[in-house]
């Protein structure tokens, strides 16, 4: 109709502006617009805060999942010797190795003779797991290559072995140290088996990031780990990298119905006997607990959003109801009911837009400085408690707190603070524009 304003006029935002700026004494609306202000600021802060947490822990899980660790496991079924002893044991290692390297998509085939055995360095005793493996095939594991950390030098692989940094922390042992292994299965008498126990020079200390891992893995030369558990000329399974981690999938695949899949190639050139296990058949369950937990936060802290977000209801209602009497003189004077909802829109509207951008400024710092930050708040907790910090590595399986700032995060947030605000706007800002003019001028 000809003589209405396009929507969100000037006068509109000088309107509503006026009104963000209202007085103490005009209703203490100014001060339920700082209140709405934080309350979004902290909600998006504490929303990407968590976002960030949440893609840094399982990013650093993965990473060091398959940095440290098979892809692909590839093993023998179990049958019995002649002895009646339930063997795993491959015998043509090399030739199968060789044929599983020839399959599309993988990149490192590794034999290994692995045994979970005792460790010991001087009066102090571990469990460790020991990976017979070849300096060559070892050389090309990221983790213990290009670890966090990393104390000697692995070229001396052959003449020693390489453990795990939290092994050497338990055993308190060093580079250059020597480290007791014990093996229950030794040698046969007529008396029994007799336990196998070996020392071994500590050539290189490596620490992956993981915890878990660092605590008990051992890596010892493939034909000394032959000798030493009774496994000369066999291997027990087979280590597989692949490219594309992410295509090896997990049982739920039915890989035996797709024969064109890679692990049922690695099968098929692994033999009759050969079985496989996957790097998502032994985290899986953790990431989708991982998962469920990401979505249960979400869900979480947009229902904080939401809440921040009602203090803006809150504040225009009081808004609407302080400004009746400014409402029904602009109605008088010709203002149209759009043009009444979008001012109070533009209030509401405005004031989750700063608190947005303010929180999503506060949570990106907060990501990127999250170490430097837990630091500081270690060093006041020791201060106060004397506690040794806030973060266990030996609880949480990790040395630090993981970040990862994503953009699809930060967007998410915004997206859903900004969304949550808007939609909650409406309805106060309709009932403004719904306000008749003459029961608003009644009692003036």
């Not at 949440?54 to 002895?83: K, M, W």
């Not at 998509?105 to 571990?126: C, D, F, H, W, Y």
């Not at 201060?383 to 700032?405: A, C, H, M, Q, V």
Request: proline letters at 4%.
């Amino acid at each position: 109709m000809a003589g209405q304003p396009a929507p969100f006029a000037r006068f509109e935002w000088m309107i509503a502006w006026r009104y963000l700026r209202a007085k103490r004494a005009e209703g203490g609306v100014s001060v339920m617009t700082w209140i709405s202000l934080i309350g979004v600021t902290l909600a998006v802060f504490a929303l990407i805060a968590v976002l960030s947490v949440r893609s840094g822990f399982r990013a650093d899980f993965v990473d060091v999942i398959l940095g440290a660790n098979a892809h692909v496991t590839l093993y023998q079924s179990a049958e019995f010797n002649e002895t009646g002893i339930v063997d795993r044991r491959i015998e043509d290692f090399d030739a199968m190795a060789e044929r599983v390297r020839q399959v599309d998509g993988v990149v490192r085939v590794a034999p290994l003779v692995k045994r979970q055995v005792l460790g010991s360095g001087g009066e102090r005793n571990t469990l460790i797991e020991v990976f017979g493996i070849s300096h060559e095939n070892l050389k090309t594991v990221p983790r213990v290559i290009s670890p966090e950390e990393s104390i000697g030098d692995l070229e001396r692989f052959n003449e020693g072995i390489a453990i795990g940094w939290g092994i050497a922390r338990e055993l308190g042992v060093n580079v250059g140290d020597r480290m007791m292994v014990t093996s229950p299965n030794g040698a046969t008498t007529p008396m029994g088996t007799i336990p196998r126990r070996n020392s071994y020079e500590v050539v290189y200390i490596f620490k992956t990031g993981r915890f878990d891992i660092d605590r008990v893995r051992v890596y010892m030369p493939f034909t000394e780990a032959q000798a030493f558990f009774n496994r000369e000329g066999f291997a027990d399974e087979l280590e597989v990298m692949v490219e594309d981690p992410d295509s090896v999938g997990d049982r739920n695949d039915q890989l035996d119905r797709d024969p064109t899949h890679i692990v049922s190639q690695m099968i098929a050139a692994g033999g009759p006997r050969t079985l496989s296990w996957t790097w998502r058949d032994s985290s899986g369950a953790y990431l989708r607990a991982l998962t469920v937990e990401d979505n249960m936060m979400f869900i979480i802290m947009a229902i904080l959003v939401l809440i921040a977000t009602m203090n803006i209801v809150s504040g225009l209602i009081m808004l609407v109801k302080n400004k009746g009497r400014d409402i029904g003189i602009l109605r008088t004077m010709g203002l149209g009911e759009g043009s009444v909802l979008r001012v109070f829109f533009i209030c509401g509207a405005f004031t989750g837009v700063i608190g947005t951008t303010f929180g999503v400024i506060l949570g990106c710092i907060f990501a990127i400085y999250i170490e430097q930050i837990f630091l500081v708040v270690d060093y006041i907790n020791f201060l106060f408690s004397g506690n040794r910090g806030l973060w266990d590595p030996e609880i949480r399986r990790l040395y630090t707190i993981p970040s990862k700032l994503e953009l699809g995060d930060v967007l998410s947030a915004m997206a859903l603070s900004l969304g949550l605000t808007f939609t909650v706007t409406i309805i106060p800002a309709w009932r403004a524009a719904r306000m008749n003019p003459v029961e608003a001028l009644r009692y003036e």
